[in-house]
């Protein structure tokens, strides 16, 4: 597997704990590099390290935020190891990569190990990753900074989205706290019944 188009990549692991956690195919490829952002924030490969937050696989497996501690479709033994631009997130479960819509709480059972999965996100991203409102975000003449994501207006889910979204950025564990919001907004809510959303930002780090 050749990565291509890899604009960001992390520093040195200086979460070697971590590492002894994960299977062994994500701790051998942190070893090689310690994660990445491809596409200009397309996609996000988590990495052993402590800081920055928004890039620490044990802040997203084992931080607040972490998803088990949120989502009934999600394990406490479901490993967290990327992201695409709007901060859904692929988990490793039984060493298969298995996707989470962050909004629903869906997932996607992908039925590949990490290595078929990487060099689809690499060979096919608009596919794999789901690519499409970063172009478009791009097309307007914007860009992401590592460590920001996107967020859309309306939401995907939403009926109103049909006529099109606004997308703006957001920092990564901001985004990642409106996604798991949003889907406990939507536990308690019937199809067709209006609900409403609060935002608090807070500083990155």
């Not at 631009?85 to 060493?95: A, E, M, T």
């Not at 990487?118 to 900074?145: C, Y």
Request: glycine share 10%.
């Amino acid at each position: 597997m050749r990565l291509e188009q890899v604009t960001w990549q992390g520093g040195a692991i200086d979460d070697a704990g971590i590492i002894k956690q994960l299977p062994k195919t994500l701790a051998g490829l942190l070893n090689q590099i310690n994660g990445f952002i491809l596409y200009q924030g397309g996609f996000h490969l988590y990495g052993a390290i402590n800081k920055p937050k928004w890039h620490s696989i044990r802040e997203h497996w084992q931080g607040d935020q972490a998803s088990w501690k949120h989502y009934d479709t999600i394990n406490e033994s479901d490993v967290p190891f990327a992201e695409d631009c709007l901060g859904f997130q692929f988990f490793l479960r039984n060493d298969l990569v298995i996707f989470l819509d962050g909004q629903t709480g869906d997932i996607d059972e992908l039925n590949v190990g990490l290595g078929a999965f990487l060099t689809a996100v690499t060979s096919n991203p608009l596919d794999a990753v789901g690519l499409a409102p970063l172009l478009q975000f791009m097309k307007d003449g914007n860009h992401l900074e590592p460590g920001e994501l996107l967020s859309e207006y309306p939401f995907f889910f939403t009926k109103q989205a049909r006529d099109g979204v606004e997308l703006t950025k957001t920092s990564s564990l901001e985004k990642r706290k409106l996604l798991i919001h949003i889907y406990e907004k939507l536990k308690g809510t019937k199809d067709g019944e209006e609900f409403t959303v609060s935002v608090q930002k807070s500083k990155q780090k």
